[in-house]
């Protein structure tokens, strides 16, 4: 593994862990070069998976990508960031495991708010805000008036 300081082709592995959900392996790693640590973190993949977008262009997944619009949704409320991985992690396997190498991305996005929908009432509001493309103020509460009033 290169050194993301100094460049340097080899690195050393001072320790590795599986990750608390167990889907990926930390990797404590040290560079003799510059001395400095870094921390890496190894994934199965289980299948090339492509998006297939509205206008049917096909992109590949960028797993990422997911994870950043789902801490976005997530922002400044009360879910850690280990409880945002397994999210992810969870929304990833639910898309390697459907046997599908191509998915819409409107099946990527209904995932994301069913998930979302479980985690935060409010993330899911901000999350379908966006996936939906929410313009005015009815629209919110369009769908707001869809919401279960006891969650």
Same mark, same amino acid.
């Given at each position: =593994?290169?050194?993301?300081?100094?460049?340097?082709?080899?690195?050393?592995?001072?320790?590795?862990?599986?990750?608390?959900?167990? +889907? +990926?392996?930390?990797?404590?790693? &040290?560079?003799?070069?510059? %001395?400095?640590?870094?921390?890496?973190?190894?994934?199965?993949? $289980?299948?090339? $998976?492509?998006?297939?977008?509205?206008?049917?262009?096909?992109?590949? &997944?960028?797993?990422?990508?997911?994870?950043? %619009?789902?801490?976005?949704? $997530?922002?400044?409320?009360?879910?850690?960031?280990?409880?945002?991985?397994?999210?992810?992690?969870?929304?990833?396997?639910?898309?390697?495991? %459907?046997?599908?190498?191509?998915?819409? %991305?409107?099946?990527?996005?209904?995932?994301? =708010?069913?998930?979302?929908?479980?985690?935060?009432?409010? +993330?899911?509001?901000?999350?379908?805000?966006?996936?939906?493309? &929410?313009?005015? +103020?009815?629209? &919110?509460?369009?769908?707001?008036?869809? =919401?279960?009033?006891?969650?």
């Amino acid at each position: =593994m290169r050194c993301p300081f100094c460049g340097e082709a080899d690195t050393q592995v001072k320790d590795s862990r599986p990750t608390e959900d167990g +889907a +990926a392996i930390r990797r404590r790693r &040290f560079c003799p070069q510059c %001395s400095q640590r870094f921390t890496t973190i190894e994934r199965v993949q $289980l299948r090339e $998976l492509v998006v297939v977008k509205a206008d049917q262009r096909r992109v590949a &997944f960028d797993r990422d990508k997911l994870a950043r %619009s789902i801490r976005t949704a $997530l922002r400044k409320r009360p879910v850690d960031d280990e409880r945002i991985e397994r999210i992810v992690n969870g929304i990833v396997r639910k898309l390697e495991a %459907s046997g599908e190498a191509e998915i819409p %991305s409107s099946e990527i996005g209904e995932l994301v =708010m069913d998930t979302l929908k479980e985690v935060d009432a409010v +993330a899911y509001v901000r999350f379908a805000s966006v996936y939906r493309d &929410f313009r005015e +103020a009815k629209d &919110f509460k369009a769908f707001l008036g869809t =919401m279960d009033p006891s969650k």
